[in-house]
Structures are given as C-alpha cells and as structure tokens.
T-cell receptor, first 112, second 110 residues
Framework: GQQVMQIPQYQHVQEGEDFTTYCNSSTTLSNIQWYKQRSGGHPVFLIQLVKSGEVKKQKRLTFQFGEAKKNSSLHITATQTTDVGTYFCAGSWAGNTGKLIFGQGTTLQVKP | NAGVTQTPKFRILKIGQSMTLQCAQDMNHNYMYWYRQDPGMGLKLIYYSVGAGITDKGEVPNGYNVSRSTTEYFPLRLELAAPSQTSVYFC?????????FGSGTRLTVV
C-alpha cells in the first residue's frame, strides 16, 4: 500500500545546532504536509508543499519537496528548546480525495 | 470558533464493551478523518469521510464503524472492545489545505 518512510526516528541536538528530518515515498505524491506534535498534544499543521522542487520557509524552518515529488525534508536552523516535539510528514496521492498517510515521525530533543 | 471537539478525553473500557467517540467541527469542512496513534508511533487512518453520507475505510478499519449524517459530526463506534484498541484517537477535519485535529481521546481497554 501507499506509505511514507521518515528518518531518523529520534534526534538529540544541542541548542543552536541544526536539525533535518527526511521523508520518502516509493511513488509520486500529489502533495506533502508537515505537522508538529508536542508530547501529550495533538498534531498541528505546519505547511503543505505541492509543486515539484518547491521550497518554503517559516522563520528558522525550511521545507523542501523533491523534484520527482517522492521525497521531502524539514530543516531547522539553530534549534531552540521550543522546537522540541515530534515532526510528522504526511503524503497524499492522486485520486485519494485528500486522504493523508503519515510517516512514523521524528522526535527532536534539544539540550539547553 | 471551537475547531474540532472530541469527547470524551479519557475512557477506560472493559473487553467486549462498546462505545462511541464523538467528534464535531464548526468550520464547515467537507473532509473528516479518524486516526489512531499508538505510543511512540505515527498516526494510522481508520476511516474518513468526504462529505455527509459518504464514508470510506482507511488503513486500519477493522473493529470500528463510522457514520456521517451531517457535515458537523463524525462519530466513531467501537464494537466489542479489545486490548489492541488501546490507543489515542484523533479526529480531524480539512478543507483540502491542512488538517485541524481535535485534542484526542485516550482509550484504555482492560
């Protein structure tokens, strides 16, 4: 079935270091979305990427969608303790009426 | 504007019992979804709906049922609860740009 693979599963960084999580699909995606979930909370929508090669920025967060629309990445520059949480990518495919399939998530811990 | 409201927040069920998880949204979104999240794992799609009267199975539908009689409500029914259904359940809605999630129902089956 359709699935997205996300790596790494965990990442521990020192505050101020950069962080990147990667998402990969074996088939072409129609779009990919990114969510953040704090411990004990619910996922919160961050961004949606639709176009091949698209790059979007939100302050220290940079989101990329691959040229083949099969992979995506989220890069955080100079992490802060407020960045702690689990980051999920979620993909949808053509013809699946807005249904999202989530990756396993990357849990980020930031040491002050 | 409440967004997506889920009730109850917590529930303990005995094996074989049934219950309905409630979900309501006030954003007039056509799309609604039910996901489950096991500890330390990602979200698995149980059922989804593209509009009132239309529902379809997701990745893990066994043991669950849904209905969508109105745009606002999308209840999830558990029949004959099993320990494998212990999880956190999230309802979400969408207008085709980003999901809005409810705060979740933490269910334990003992």
């Amino acid at each position: 079935g359709q699935q997205v693979m996300q790596i790494p599963q965990y990442q521990h960084v020192q505050e101020g270091e950069d962080f990147t999580t990667y998402c990969n699909s074996s088939t072409t995606l129609s779009n990919i979305q990114w969510y953040k979930q704090r411990s004990g909370g619910h996922p919160v929508f961050l961004i949606q990427l639709v176009k091949s090669g698209e790059v979007k920025k939100q302050k220290r967060l940079t989101f990329q969608f691959g040229e083949a629309k099969k992979n995506s990445s989220l890069h955080i520059t100079a992490t802060q303790t407020t960045d702690v949480g689990t980051y999920f990518c979620a993909g949808s495919w053509a013809g699946n009426t807005g249904k999202l399939i989530f990756g396993q998530g990357t849990t980020l811990q930031v040491k002050p | 504007n409440a967004g997506v409201t889920q009730t109850p927040k917590f529930r303990i069920l005995k094996i074989g019992q049934s219950m309905t998880l409630q979900c309501a949204q006030d954003m007039n979104h056509n799309y609604m979804y039910w996901y489950r999240q096991d500890p330390g794992m990602g979200l698995k799609l149980i059922y989804y709906s593209v509009g009132a009267g239309i529902t379809d199975k997701g990745e893990v539908p066994n043991g669950y049922n849904v209905s969508r009689s109105t745009t606002e409500y999308f209840p999830l029914r558990l029949e004959l609860a099993a320990p494998s259904q212990t999880s956190v359940y999230f309802c979400a809605s969408s207008s085709n740009y980003g999901y809005t999630f409810g705060s979740g129902t933490r269910l334990t089956v003992v």
